[in-house]
């Protein structure tokens, strides 16, 4: 799948303003996703009508994509069947896909202007939903914008993303072992020395973290980031001589294919605020700091917003993954199998492959034409495929495969 990194930035046409980003780096390999949304100057503060609910709590299953928590059967008042949705800490405004609204009676509120991360614009409506229902818990008027997400997540069939104008109602708890979620009215962690404060701003969740003995100020917890962390660009000169550059294709909503280069590393037997864990993998780019969930796997999280405060249940224990690579990333775009991802110096990068290659074979499985109908197969297996100490490839214009060793 694509990694995608993207920032919106809305403004309302009205005389009021209206500004909202969004970072989304989604390794639809190690996903998420996802969508970070920055609002000033909005008031979207709903207060939940208790009268009508008779529950104050509940607990609902999810499925987990590679960290990214996926909510199913929610009910959006439509009359349609029940919805998929994200569950993301990083976005401070819910977002209904263009597909669901199109067959909805949604009415548009106004529009605004949303500029990504390049510059490229586009007018976008916002709509109000009655009610979002999960497991007969109703969280009422709820303020949404309107994206085609199908792009961002082309194998999750998902129809929304449920942000922070709803999570800020209450606390939530996300069991990663037993696949559960659940919310409370009510503020869960009382003891504020259990878990790390933190500070809300427009809905977005903001921590401190020293890696080591360096301490960095203001990551976003970002449950739709796919990653250990994602520190600034500028963050790299701490860490200048032991840097690898990863170059990948970046899609956002309104950028194809765009290329960059990303700098990236991974720290053997850090500590996290004086915490060992046994290794952690950073991105630098951008002039936010994230902290995703490849963190938080096999854990159980709180996110109090009542009493803004985090708390990890366990201590951070993670798979070790080998530094052994292939150094390689293939996408599927336009029905073919594009190099949409590359590390300098690595294996892959040596036998000639570029950002944008198309690949026509990948050991016995033939890429030339791949249909809408098997493409997320195809992805899944081409991603189980590069994980592997080898690999036989065949790039468009080479006349025989070569076969790729990791290193």
Not at 139 to 165: R, T
Not at 239 to 253: A, H, P, Q
Not at 332 to 361: E, F, H, P, R, W
Request: net charge positive.
């Amino acid at each position: 799948m694509i990694e995608l990194k993207c920032m919106l930035m809305v403004k309302e046409l009205s005389n009021s303003s209206i500004y909202f980003s969004k970072l989304i780096n989604k390794g639809i390999s190690p996903l998420l996703i996802s969508l970070l949304l920055v609002i000033n100057s909005c008031n979207l503060s709903y207060k939940q009508s208790k009268s009508i609910n008779q529950l104050s709590k509940f607990t609902a299953p999810f499925i987990n994509y590679d960290g990214l928590v996926f909510l199913t059967n929610i009910n959006l008042g439509d009359g349609g069947p029940g919805k998929t949705l994200l569950f993301d800490t990083g976005s401070n405004i819910c977002i209904l896909n263009t597909t669901i609204v199109e067959k909805s009676n949604y009415r548009v509120n106004r529009y605004v202007i949303n500029t990504d991360f390049y510059g490229n614009t586009q007018r976008v409506p916002m709509i109000k939903i009655d009610s979002i229902t999960i497991e007969g818990y109703k969280f009422f008027d709820v303020e949404a914008i309107v994206a085609d997400l199908n792009q961002l997540f082309p194998c999750q069939n998902i129809d929304g993303i449920i942000g922070s104008n709803v999570l800020k109602r209450g606390s939530w708890t996300i069991d990663y072992e037993s696949l559960k979620l659940s919310f409370s009215e009510s503020s869960i962690i009382k003891n504020k020395t259990e878990g790390a404060p933190f500070k809300l701003r427009e809905g977005l969740i903001y921590l401190d973290l020293t890696i080591n003995d360096h301490p960095f100020k203001k990551l976003i917890f970002d449950t739709g980031f796919r990653g250990d962390v994602n520190l600034r660009s500028n963050d790299t000169i701490f860490y200048s001589d032991s840097l690898k550059y990863y170059s990948k294709l970046i899609n956002s909503l309104h950028t194809q294919n765009t290329s960059l280069s990303i700098p990236k590393l991974t720290l053997k037997d850090p500590k996290l605020n004086q915490k060992q864990v046994n290794q952690l993998h950073i991105l630098f780019s951008g002039n936010n700091r994230f902290i995703g969930v490849d963190l938080l796997q096999n854990n159980i999280v709180t996110i109090d917003y009542l009493s803004k405060n985090l708390f990890i249940h366990k201590p951070i224990e993670r798979k070790y993954y080998t530094t052994k690579t292939i150094g390689l990333k293939i996408t599927i775009l336009n029905n073919k199998a594009t190099v949409s991802g590359l590390l300098k110096g690595s294996a892959a990068d040596k036998a000639g492959l570029y950002l944008g290659c198309k690949i026509v074979q990948l050991n016995n499985i033939n890429l030339e034409n791949i249909t809408p109908q098997i493409r997320c197969e195809v992805e899944s297996k081409i991603s189980d495929m590069l994980k592997k100490e080898s690999v036989s490839i065949k790039a468009e214009n080479w006349n025989t495969p070569l076969t790729i060793y990791s290193q």
